[in-house]
């Protein structure tokens, strides 16, 4: 497979490069993901009717359970890592066309990346909606009533059920958001998949709609993905060291600044 100098080079001759991230983007941060080795999903495969919507909606047990969880949910903690602010050189150096993440942790923001640069296809733990009225408020606010006892806070406006503005298994994506996603894919040259499983539709497929479109696919990941035999490099480095080696080989392309003497 192709060496990271390789696909630096690809990054380097680009104008517009779309990363696409995954929860292994943030376990250097703390946070786990579902999947690989230390995954929530890996150590208990129970857990994953906490992000189904039925179960939410049928059962107040789990909301009361994942109100516990968000309310010490590690991205409250976490900071960005090495990765993170690779994507923020690689926003400076004038090559990213998006982040498309499917990460909730809001870390791509807060390493610095610019807002309108950030595609959030899964959306966000900073938000929570109501699944009656569908009205949106800040997670901070709900979680002083779940601090202040209230197990599975109800709607202040209508008393319907509240979760995280965030996309469960059953639910939709919103489509204004992944029509985002799909043109940031369609539209560049270099599509690089960063710390996902590649197992979560119709998110993967973005992998297709660059390919199709003529982008030289990157996949970074430890583990194989379905994807890889789409790929035109696989590198299977750890995501905090792979992405600064790949930035930085192409921001010291750049010729030194005149001294001043
Ligand atoms: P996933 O758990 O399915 O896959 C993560 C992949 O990253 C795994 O294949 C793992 O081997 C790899 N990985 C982890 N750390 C790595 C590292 N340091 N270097 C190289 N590879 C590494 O994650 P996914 O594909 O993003 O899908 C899971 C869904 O879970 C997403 O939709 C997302 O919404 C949600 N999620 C988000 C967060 C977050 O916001 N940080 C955390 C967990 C889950």
């Given at each position: ?10 990054i380097a001759?680009a104008n517009k490069v779309?990363v ?67 994507l923020?050189e690689l926003e400076n150096a004038g090559k990213l066309r ?90 560049c040259d270099v ?56 930035v930085?080989?192409v921001t ?10």
């Open positions: 497979m192709r060496d990271v100098q390789t696909v630096a080079a690809w001759g779309t696409l991230t995954g929860a292994g983007i943030s376990t250097d941060s703390g946070i786990p993901d579902f999947r690989g080795p230390n995954g929530l999903w890996t150590r208990n495969p129970g857990s994953q009717r906490l992000f189904t919507l039925r179960d939410y909606l049928d059962d107040p047990d789990i909301r009361r359970e994942a109100w516990r969880i968000r309310r010490e949910h590690a991205a409250w903690t976490a900071r960005p890592n090495a990765a993170h602010y690779a923020v998006a982040i498309i993440t499917q990460n909730i942790d809001g870390l791509h923001q807060l390493a610095g990346n610019s807002e309108d640069i950030v595609i959030e296809v899964h959306g966000s733990l900073y938000e929570v909606e109501c699944l009656s009225c569908h009205a949106r408020t800040a997670m901070s606010d709900t979680l002083e009533r779940v601090a202040a006892g209230e197990e599975d806070p109800a709607c202040l406006r209508c008393g319907g059920i509240l979760k995280a503005g965030t996309i469960s298994f059953g639910q939709p994506l919103v489509p204004a958001v992944f029509d985002a996603a799909r043109r940031a894919a369609a539209e599509f690089l998949a960063v710390g996902t499983s590649l197992s979560v539709q119709p998110v993967a497929g973005l992998v297709d709609v660059a390919s199709r479109r003529g982008a030289k696919i990157v996949i970074v990941n430890a583990e194989r993905t379905p994807y890889d035999g789409r790929a035109d490099a696989r590198i299977d480095g750890p995501i905090g060291d792979v992405l600064p080696r790949l930085g080989e010291t392309d750049e010729p030194p600044a005149a001294s001043a003497g």
